[in-house]
């Protein structure tokens, strides 16, 4: 069966709306001065265990990019590289301390701007629009 094409028309114009209000377009992204695709990375870094490869799978992004990247957040400080025990030609990527400051910073940011929107929901409407977000997510990841 189909999805009615007014449907995919609606979710389509809503998508494109939370892009622009999560900031995604330009501008303050997530309350810092970095792209996008640097807030996920200094995120997906915080988690622990990454290279520069790992990462780009992760986000979807070209060697270049993830290299310039990178390069950008090394040389402000926030990510460190560490020659990897098995293998030298490896280089795991770490959280400094400035860059774990940064990254609560973004967590601060991120949750707040949730708990706002959140809150100009009647009681209950949280848990669905948790719910739509989860189905909607697992469903675009199986492409």
């Known amino acids: 069966m189909s999805p009615d094409p007014s449907l995919v028309e609606s979710i389509r114009a809503v998508s494109r709306e939370m892009v622009r209000e999560l900031g995604f377009m330009g501008g303050n992204f997530a309350g810092t001065d970095l792209s996008p695709s640097a807030v996920h990375a ?6 622990g265990g990454i290279t520069a490869r790992d990462l780009g799978a992760r986000l979807r992004l070209e060697k270049s990019s993830v290299s310039r990247m990178l390069r950008k957040l090394v040389q402000s400080g926030d990510v460190g590289e560490a020659v990897s025990e098995h293998d030298a030609r490896v280089k795991r990527l770490f959280l400094t301390p400035v860059g774990k400051k940064r990254v609560a910073g973004i967590h601060a940011f991120a949750r707040a701007q949730v708990m706002e929107a959140l809150g100009r929901l009647e009681r209950g409407q949280d848990r669905i629009v948790l719910e739509g977000m989860r189905l909607y997510a697992a469903a675009l990841k199986q492409r």
């Open 42 to 47: 200094l995120i997906e870094i915080e988690r």
